[in-house]
């Protein structure tokens, strides 16, 4: 059998790296980078699947020590938690919900909490939210392995 | 016109006088190497293309009654009440009969015999204050993966309390 000459084979790589930059800049464009959290939780874990939406979000944090933590995304920046999360006494929850939502009524409510939270504040929260007519809200779970 | 006339013909031929006197270097090709470009484009790639879609988080959703819905009379033996007591231990019973002890592990199973027995049974998540929210997360969960889509959050009371002392007491004893 005849040896069959090796050619050297040179691809234009161009069009696959055009293609390969113009994504590279569509997603480094609408990356949005999460913030560092200020509240520290270790999330439980469940089964859920439902996905969180990344805007129009109220968070409310109850850390360790039950204490809550609200942050929305309001565009009247002097309510409370429309910059960053702050902390709200358990009796304010029911009014600042209720603020939070006369500004911005899209706001998707989501509840974030640390494993070892007592459940008593989360209660509390829940009837917070209940008594300020949102009656729908996501508790933010990490995925179970 | 006649400003571009002028100065196109300086230019040409200022460019031909050039072109008599200087030595022009040889054109060559630049061949530059672009792997290194394209290695660290594609890396940046999947870096953004992970973090994009998996940043999300998840969540589990809770619709609870709205606060005017006012109280629905039931009969006690259609509802299946799931009791957390302060040590995080789990209790199950029908209404107000005296619980029975289970364990995480061991409420599916509760919940696939009694939580559909019929087409009323509810089910009633009551976690005392003093227990870990881990908890009830987790029955939530044992809810969702059973299909227990009727169910409700309510407080352990104090009746409720008094039946769990109860429940200890005849087991321990």
Do not use: C
């Amino acid at each position: 059998m005849a040896k069959v000459k090796r050619v050297g084979i040179a691809m234009d790589m161009t069009p696959m790296v055009d293609v390969a930059f113009l994504l590279l800049t569509f997603f480094m464009l609408t990356t949005q980078f999460r913030q560092p959290e200020k509240v520290a939780v270790t999330l439980p874990s469940s089964h859920a699947q439902i996905r969180v939406p990344m805007s129009n979000v109220m968070l409310l944090t109850v850390d360790k020590d039950g204490t809550p933590w609200i942050r929305a995304d309001v565009s009247d920046k002097s309510l409370p938690g429309a910059n960053d999360d702050v902390r709200i006494p358990i009796a304010d929850l029911q009014n600042v919900f209720q603020q939070l939502r006369a500004n911005n009524p899209s706001l998707v409510t989501t509840v974030k909490a640390d494993q070892q939270t007592p459940f008593g504040p989360i209660e509390d929260a829940m009837t917070a939210l209940k008594d300020a007519g949102i009656t729908r809200f996501n508790l933010i779970t990490e995925l179970e392995k | 016109m006649g400003g571009i006339d002028t100065g196109g013909g300086g230019g040409g031929s200022g460019a031909s006088a050039g072109r008599h006197k200087k030595k022009r270097g040889k054109r060559v090709g630049i061949k530059m190497d672009m792997t290194p470009m394209v290695d660290v484009a594609f890396l940046l790639l999947t870096f953004f293309m992970l973090t994009a879609v998996f940043s999300q988080p998840l969540a589990m959703e809770i619709n609870l009654p709205p606060p005017d819905s006012g109280d629905i009379e039931m009969a006690e033996s259609n509802v299946l009440q799931i009791r957390v007591d302060k040590d995080s231990k789990i209790y199950w019973g029908f209404g107000t009969d005296v619980p029975t002890a289970t364990t995480m592990q061991e409420v599916s199973t509760v919940l696939r015999q009694n939580a559909n027995r019929n087409d009323k049974t509810v089910t009633v998540l009551k976690v005392d204050r003093d227990s870990k929210y881990l908890t009830a997360i987790d029955l939530l969960d044992e809810f969702e993966v059973g299909g227990v889509t009727r169910f409700a959050i309510s407080p352990l009371t104090d009746a409720d309390k008094a039946l769990l002392q109860q429940a200890q007491t005849s087991t321990g004893g």
